[in-house]
């Protein structure tokens, strides 16, 4: 079984060197050798989590009003405090113990309930002075995020030299790479991260457990290593999902796909530690893959990495976890256990490290030189929580919290036995990136001690020499640049801001531009966010999970990409985005309808009984009797109130929506403005009357079967007279079953997803949309009916910009099959409600900024 106290760190380290000295060949797992079924989820694993179709009930009702409270504020996704920098350590932080609930899921596995961990962490920072407890933020359903730090103790002067070092490591890494002091006295940072998916409890347990062993020891080794390093626990990074025993948080969302988003407070927390913190090693406790899956990962690999100082690092790591893990003794046949799992060695392809959505793969953009996933391997949660006695429950979380904490010492140990190189290696890693250098190409010879290296494990990217942010490109993008630029600071990206003209690339730019110089340490972060992203669909057969997100193509804002020259900007660094809004002195006002501000804007004008008009190419026209609220809006929102003459052609009114959709859809629609009332098949069967709910549309995309519904629900929709807008296969399915509208949907390849060429009609529902949207499963429509208007139709050639879209199995719904079809399709049903078709995924994880008022313009649009 898993040691204990304080002789773990004398053996890891002997483990760790011994496994080091073997050259591994490509071994087959015992999966692959036909091992029966056992407990945990056999490998490779099935994709999951995708769009997330499963049907939104709406989060609790704390979460709810804090969502619809930051959308009302206009709160960005990248507003998050930083951390403590002041004072030495411990920083104990007396903790108040929420309530206890007898509910918590975690109980029956026989592990910490979310309300023991406060006073359990208390009493850890009683025992000595090497642990600190710092509130690092609240998760949706408001309960604090925990992160422990456990080092030997610094004063105030020597916490701040730490901090010096830190910062020179990043700010000038040459510098840095060369300064004996940083080299003797920096302790190098390891994270590791637990329970980000709530349903996925024993990382918490067994960080729980290693911290009051290091607490505790009274060895010089593990003095040593103390004095040497700070290593920070995120103790649960999901409050929320352990208790309720969900993968998501309170607001719905798999929190393990939100670090390009940034849409919700824990990954926000967790983005702000490894900004505040810099680890150079890190590690995400997840389950159940049985065996024990150890990251690096297949192909393909993330473009914008360092990736041989990455997999030299990644790889020695988890052939030190791997065999810690399997040193534990648990076997197949005695326990259920297989052994360890190391994707990159053991795997052709399925878990890839491609998209920056996970957290392992954003550590290496703050500085992480070896980031993993740790998959333990004794299933507990869904179906087997519910079906398995709880003595079996309990027997496979307690291996698996063996397993997590067997993994967590051995990558302690690795820093501990490599904190020389691995800090070298991050150093490196930021001296490249400001030196503006060539990413060194994967190969036995460039990464020694990894076997195995292929060009299928090939993947650079050309920086480009900057990128702008053009001021002054049409009212309607500033709000959009504003957004972008907030989160390139958020993600801790240098921007400056131009304080006169100027011409880069044969290119005239005015003053207050923002530009971002791809000469910095955080070039990788700039890139991922910025960059159009790369079409991979002929590099492998099948990903994990998305492929493309380009936030410079979704984001509303206009992007320039200048691939070389010199940078003469006269700028100036940004902390936060210029203010934006603006109201006309005179006359009445228009107000754009392209951005999801403006959406919220509008919405609160219509809700606080202001006649707003809309005109044919989708703008809002506000009677200067409303200038007041339209100033208290522009400053709240940062949006734009243009003077105009315009009359408009038809009201808006103020609209609610009833919506079976995701969790990501719904929190979209929340950030528009729009009041929501989720409803499903079964909400509708049970008698939902929708005059009383005041209702005046229907969104549809998960959850609402239409050939469920009993006669009496159908009588009662198709008499409300409310707008449907449909999206994805389930929302066509819908439009179908219910005759709607006059359009056969097309089905893609099911897997395909990234970032597309589209082309806008224009007028009430496109007229200035951007140029790019997004698909997940995509769909095109053919054979409509007279008076169905194509709204938006998929670029010719190839319209995929990004991602990863095939052919499927007899060679139909690829790219090309789309090209030039209809992406989004209008119309009226019989009843004569208006209705709107989507191919494509506008509100896909709240992430597609851009793309979002087309669903807002279709909701308010009669």
Known sequence: MGKTGSAWVATATTAVLGALLLAPAHAVPAHAAGAPPGPGSPHPPVREGGKDTTPFSGPPAQASGEA????????????????????????????????????????????????????RLNDLQRLGDRVSV???????????????????????????????????????????????????????????????????????????????????????????LLAKHRIYLNVTANPDGRIAGTRANGNGFDLNRDFITGSQPEARAIRQIAIDKQPAVMLDLHGYVNGTLIEPTTPPHGENYEYDLFLKNAYANALGMEKAVNGLGYTEAKDGVRPAVIPFRDEKEGWDDW??????????????????????????????????????????????????????????????????????DQIETFRRSAAGEAQRPVSEQTVPGVPGIGPEDVY??????????????????AVAAARLVDHLVANDVRVERARSGFRLAGRAYPAGSYVVDMHQPKRGIANVILAEGRDISADVSTMYDISGWSLGLLWGATVDKVARGELRVDGRPVLAAAPTGYVARHGDLRLRLDDPKELAAVNALLAQGVAVRRTADGAAIVPGSARARAEVLAERYGVVFAATKER???????????????????????????????????????????????????YVSAGLEYGELTPAARAALRTSGVGVVAVGPEGAAFNAAAGLLAAKAVAGNGD???????????????????????????????????????????????????????????????????????????GRATTGAPVVLFGTEPLFRDHPKGVFAQVGRALLTR
Do not use: C
């Open 68 to 119: 619809r409270e930051g959308a009302a504020q206009g709160a960005t996704p990248g507003a998050t405090a930083g951390l403590r920098k002041e004072g030495g350590y411990p920083r104990r932080t007396p903790l108040t113990p929420p309530p206890v609930n007898p509910a918590d899921k975690s109980i029956k596995l026989g592990l910490a309930p979310y309300h023991s961990l406060a006073p």
């Open 134 to 224: 710092e509130v690092a933020g609240r998760s949706a359903g408001g309960h604090e995020l925990y992160l422990v730090t456990v080092t030997a103790p610094e004063s105030a002067r020597q916490a701040g030299d730490q901090e010096r070092m830190r910062e020179l490591i990043e700010n000038r890494p040459a510098t840095a790479a060369k300064d004996p002091r940083v080299k003797a006295a920096y302790k190098t940072p390891v994270f590791i991260n637990n329970n980000i998916h709530g349903n996925e409890w024993e990382g918490t347990d067994a960080a729980l457990k290693l911290i009051e062993e290091l607490a505790k020891a009274k060895d010089a080794r593990t003095a040593d």
């Open 355 to 424: 998209p920056p959505v996970f957290t392992p793969q954003y550590m290496p953009f703050q500085g992480a030189v070896a980031s993993h996933t740790i998959e333990f391997p004794m299933a507990v949660n869904n179906e087997e929580y519910d079906s398995l006695p709880v003595a079996e429950l309990r027997r496979r979380s307690a291996i698996n919290t063996d397993i997590a904490g067997a993994a967590m010492r051995a990558a302690l140990d690795y820093t501990y036995s490599r904190r020389s190189s691995v800090l070298a």
């Open 460 to 477: 650079t990217t050309t920086f480009p020499r900057a990128y702008v942010i053009p001021a002054g490109r049409g009212q309607q993008s």
């Open 648 to 698: 408009g052609v038809a009201p808006l009114k103020r609209t609610r929506v009833a919506a079976a959709l995701s969790a990501g859809e719904l929190f979209a629609l929340r950030e528009m403005g729009f009041d929501v009332v989720p409803v499903s098949t079964a909400v509708l069967n049970g008698g939902f009357d929708w005059s009383k709910a005041g209702v005046r549309a229907l």
């Open 752 to 826: 395909a997803n990234g970032v597309v060429r589209v082309t806008n009609a224009g007028g009430a529902l496109t007229g200035g949309a951007p140029a790019h949207s997004f698909v997940y499963s995509p769909l095109w429509f053919t054979g409509l009916g007279a008076g169905v208007r194509v709204e938006q139709s998929y670029g010719g050639g190839n319209p995929l910009v990004s991602g990863h879209w095939r052919v499927d199995g007899n060679g139909t719904g690829g790219p090309k099959d789309a090209a030039g079809r209809a992406a989004v399709v209008s």
